[in-house]
């Protein structure tokens, strides 16, 4: 019997069954589509060595003035700068102490467990605090111990915490009997940002905040320290603004240089009604206004802000002036307030538009000039945003996530026909979307969003829309936010390794950072042998592959499943690793049904598994007639 060749359909098809995705593509992972065809991902590599504190989950890059390549960097316990293979440390200081404020305390002999009585410290654990001027405490403990950079191991009480004494090489240093002074009178403690949350909290009220705060029964006000910390942030001029989600802005000039550290906006010279908390920040740049979305309100008399957020209110400075928020006859300062929903969620810019999405309803504003400023206008009341960063500019329209599957807007909004939608949303963790987010990967004509799926705390599945060929793939990838290449050479990703976050380089070769990228895999849905009416022997298959990577002796795994009826369990009745001298593979299978599988050769030597990359093309089969039963 002649061969028959199948072309498979392209993009993965998971809304019904496996036999309903005939001819098609079931089911995969570490695969993309490119013209009609699958093939491997591109790999990754650690784009430096250095590591970052807390789990970095937003990322901006811009170019200053002068030319240098900026990366911002915002963690739930820092931000930093990146520039060139160095992470600068630039996280705003919420307090620093007078002289002799800070007094230190050996707990005991052979301990490293050292207690700071500062009075109203207002820090909580795993915050950050620096002292200089520091005495020795008359033993192992001396000054160059004391005085560096420390992260708090535990809270006692309003007026005191504890440290663990180290070395400036990070090393445990013990206290031993002659420990007996408490630092001295000249000691300044230098306290950052309180730490943020790594678990979204669904909403404030009661139970959102800290054991003991506050009275029974009483409601916790939005703050950046009960919520997931999401840093916000975009450029004024070559100036960066940013904001962890519900707390306060701060400005990094970028002229202070990489070795001084963002400010709050409220308190910087000039500033006047600067609102001192809010949602997220962004810049109207044709216009050169400061937006601040969820922003707290004025009092009363419109002379002070009150520090309490309205979740629907934006303030935006005056034009060119981010330090003028009083509304006046004489500038264009002011502010709007959304009319649906309960809270902004996210928004982005778009083309001569900002987009802003609540909870439920999405909505355009629009630079209009004298007197109102901007313009606000509803788009869609039926569709919100399902995480703040689950939304991105893609090269023709707008993409994001909603509660209820994706979404693209280019001047009208339209629900993306999505063949894997119910494989994402009915395994998504709905309690941490707010770590969803979304992504780019030009190159390839690719939008895609990392998510939390079944009980994963952390984003560890992705989905991925071929704008181009409109089709679309899966896989597994734990992965905490993600920027396109464009000032930089490769798509940039923050990642994990053992307990370490990293920055990684993507589409950068074929491996995972130097070892092979296992369980990659293309699986089919059901195909008939013949019309499935009666019994086919599968007695050949002549394999289409293109080994594309670095390594020339690279293998892969074509595994052939079948099945008589639809509700068998597949049986694996082939598994043969082939290279790119294999002609064709031997088989024996005889059924109504199979499944076509390519995998990467996970237990082979890792000699033909690093360096792989793959194509596939056509593959053929020699069927032959076996019988009824």
Avoid at 85 to 92: G, H
Avoid at 152 to 173: C, M, R
Avoid at 438 to 452: D, I
Avoid at 564 to 575: C, M
């Amino acid at each position: 019997m002649p061969y028959s060749k199948i072309l498979f359909k392209p993009g993965i098809d998971k809304e019904g069954t496996s036999l309903t995705a005939e001819n098609g593509w079931f089911d995969g992972n570490l695969v993309r589509f490119r013209k009609g065809f699958p093939e491997k991902v591109g790999g990754w590599v650690k784009n430096t060595t250095g590591t970052l504190e807390g789990t970095p989950r937003a990322m901006h890059d811009w170019v200053n003035l002068d030319g240098t390549d900026l990366l911002g960097v915002g963690t739930t316990y820092k931000y930093y700068i990146q520039q060139g293979s160095d992470f600068n440390d630039v996280t705003p200081i919420r307090l620093t102490t007078a002289a002799g404020d800070a007094t230190f305390a050996k707990v005991a002999n052979s301990d490293a467990t050292i207690t700071v009585t500062e009075n109203g410290h207002g820090a909580q654990i795993n915050d950050y605090v620096t002292f200089s001027g520091a005495a020795s405490l008359g033993g192992n403990i001396i000054a160059a111990v004391l005085n560096q950079e420390y992260q708090i191991a535990s809270i006692v009480d309003a007026n005191s915490y504890t440290i663990e004494a180290k070395d400036t090489s990070g090393n445990a240093v013990l206290a031993n009997s002659s420990d007996t002074g408490n630092g001295g009178s000249s000691t300044v403690a230098a306290y950052q940002l309180n730490v943020g949350l790594d678990t979204y909290v669904p909403s404030t009220g009661w139970g959102a905040g800290g054991w003991s705060e506050g009275s029974y029964g009483s409601v916790t006000p939005l703050s950046a320290n009960n919520t997931l910390r999401l840093w916000t942030h975009d450029n004024f001029g070559e100036d960066l603004i940013i904001n962890p989600r519900a707390g306060s802005i701060f400005r990094w000039d970028n002229t202070n240089g990489l070795t001084t550290r963002a400010v709050e906006l409220q308190n910087i010279t000039g500033a006047n009604l600067v609102p001192t908390r809010c949602l997220q920040v962004l810049t109207s740049d044709i216009d050169r206004h400061l937006i601040i979305l969820g922003s707290d309100t004025l009092n009363a008399n419109s002379t002070a802000r009150t520090g309490v957020i309205d979740p629907l209110l934006i303030s935006f400075s005056d034009q060119e002036n981010l330090l003028e928020f009083e509304s006046k006859a004489t500038n264009t300062a002011g502010s709007l307030r959304i009319s649906s929903g309960s809270l902004i969620v996210g928004a982005l810019k778009a083309r001569q538009e900002i987009l802003i999405w609540t909870d439920v309803s999405m909505h355009s504003l629009q630079f209009i000039g004298s007197p109102f400023t901007f313009g606000l206008n509803l788009i869609n009341d039926s569709v919100g945003l399902i995480g703040p960063k689950a939304v991105v500019n893609g090269d023709n329209g707008i993409y994001w996530m909603a509660s209820d599957g994706f979404y693209f807007y280019n001047g009208s909004v339209m629900k993306l026909p999505c063949s894997v939608l119910n494989h994402v949303f009915d395994n998504l963790n709905l309690n941490e979307v707010y770590k969803n987010f979304a992504f780019t990967n030009r190159e390839f004509n690719e939008v895609g969003w990392f998510y939390c799926s079944g009980s994963s705390t952390e984003p560890d599945k992705y989905v991925v829309y071929n704008y181009l060929e409109q089709v679309w793939s899966i896989g597994e990838l734990e992965r905490f936010a993600w920027i396109d290449r464009g000032i930089f050479s490769y798509p940039l990703a923050t990642g994990k390794s053992g307990s370490s976050y990293y920055l990684y380089d993507h589409e950068n070769g074929n491996d995972n950072d130097g070892s092979p990228m296992d369980n990659v895999f293309i699986e089919s849905g059901d195909f008939d042998l013949e019309d499935g009416d009666k019994f086919y022997s599968v007695r050949e298959i002549i394999p289409d592959i293109r080994f594309t990577g670095s390594n020339g002796n690279a293998a892969l795994n074509i595994v052939l499943k079948t099945r008589d009826f639809p509700n068998d369990t597949p049986e694996t009745k082939v598994t043969s690793s082939i290279t790119n001298t294999t002609k064709k593979i031997d088989t024996r299978a005889r059924a109504r049904q199979a499944i076509y599988r390519i995998e990467s050769d996970d237990d082979n030597d890792v000699s033909v598994r690093n360096g792989m990359e793959f194509r596939l093309g056509a593959t053929r089969f020699n069927f032959r007639e076996d019988g009824r039963r």
